[in-house]
């Protein structure tokens, strides 16, 4: 079965600083993978995904992900992070052939201070 | 974009009764609706693939007994969790697929089971 490991468990920033979040996944078919964003109190929402193609994928909010295959990667920048990031971040993955099921990453709490 | 709402946002309810929550798809239609579980400071844990006019399809572990699903309609799915225990206590999250492999969430629901 797949699963996805994210490293950072809680990351705290600076307004303006640079935001890189680990997402590592395990499974030797295809997957496909997103990147999920809970703002505290909201559900959850869809920040970018990558199906296909050019594996530098752009997202809302100034976010991107590049998938690097050969890693099992799916990393989560920003160039300069905004105190309104504040949230929690999940990776997750679907496998093909997997009935769209998600498997999530154990997240990644964000706080930028002002 | 697609709204996924859920109904009530909390419930406090008796150990031994049972409880049902609604997860509604309000602009579109939706033949598969997902439920997870999220624990505190935890990722969020498949429960089950609910398809409309279909049986649920239930994730290892998940006893499909205690935790009815039912999706009558292209809009509404609902779990009923019955004989809540305190461990029942969590936070139930839905999702609708919209596409492909896209996903929209619903709010979620506080269970607390006393």
């Known amino acids: 079965a797949q699963s996805v490991s994210q490293h950072n468990h809680h990351v705290i920033l600076s307004e303006a600083a640079s935001l890189e979040l680990g997402c590592n996944y395990s499974?030797?078919?295809?997957?496909?993978l997103f990147w999920y964003v809970q703002y505290p109190g909201q559900h959850l929402q869809l920040l970018l995904k990558?199906?296909?193609?050019?594996?530098l994928v752009k997202g809302i909010k100034g976010f991107e992900a590049e998938f690097i295959k050969s890693k099992f990667s799916f990393n989560l920048r920003k160039p300069s992070v905004q105190w309104s990031d504040t949230a929690e971040y999940f990776c997750?993955?679907?496998?093909?052939?997997?009935?769209?099921?998600?498997?999530f990453g154990t997240g990644t709490q964000l706080k930028v201070e002002l | 974009g697609a709204v996924v709402s859920q109904h009530p946002s909390w419930v406090i309810c008796k150990s031994g009764t049972s409880v049902k929550i609604e997860c509604r798809s309000l602009?579109?239609?939706?033949?598969?609706m997902f439920w997870y579980r999220q624990f505190p400071k935890k990722s969020l844990m498949l429960m089950a693939t609910s398809n409309e006019g279909s049986k649920a399809t239930y994730e290892q572990g998940v006893e499909k007994d205690k935790f009815l699903i039912n999706h009558a309609s292209l809009t509404l799915s609902t779990l009923t969790v019955t004989s809540a225990h305190p461990e029942d206590s969590s936070f139930y999250i839905c999702?609708?697929?919209?596409?492909?492999?896209?996903?929209?969430f619903g709010p979620g629901t506080r269970l607390t089971v006393t």
């Open positions: 499974y030797g078919g295809t997957v496909n």
């Open positions: 602009d579109f239609q939706a033949t598969t």
């Open positions: 999702s609708a697929r919209v596409s492909g492999n896209e996903q929209y």
């Open positions: 997750a993955v679907t496998i093909t052939g997997g009935g769209n099921k998600l498997t």
């Open positions: 990558y199906f296909s193609g050019d594996p």
